[in-house]
C-alpha cells in the first residue's frame, strides 16, 4: 500500500514540473516579468523551489551557461 501512495505522489510530483511556463514570442516582456515575480513570491509551490526551476526556465542561454546547471543556480538565488 505504501508503495502506491509513493507512485502516486511521484506521478502527481512529475505531472506539477510540467506545468512550468516555456518563453514563448507571445508573451509580453510585462507577462515574462509577472510570471517570475509570482513563482519567486511562491517559490515552494507547488513543489520545493518551483518558482526558482520557473525563473531558469525564462534564464537568458549566457546567464544559463555562466551560472552553471539549475542546481546552481538555485544556490545562487539563495545567496
Given at each position: 500500500m505504501r508503495i502506491?501512495?509513493?507512485l502516486l505522489i511521484l506521478f502527481f510530483f512529475i505531472?506539477?514540473?510540467a506545468e512550468l511556463l516555456?518563453?514563448?514570442a507571445d508573451l509580453l516582456p510585462e507577462d515574462v516579468i509577472s510570471i517570475q515575480l509570482s513563482a519567486?513570491?511562491?517559490n515552494n509551490n507547488p513543489y520545493i523551489n518551483a518558482g526558482i526551476e520557473q525563473t531558469w526556465q525564462f534564464a537568458h542561454p549566457m546567464n544559463r551557461k555562466f551560472t552553471g546547471p539549475l542546481l546552481n543556480f538555485?544556490?545562487?538565488m539563495y545567496s
Open positions: 502506491f501512495f509513493f505531472e506539477l514540473k516555456k518563453p514563448s519567486l513570491k511562491e538555485t544556490k545562487m
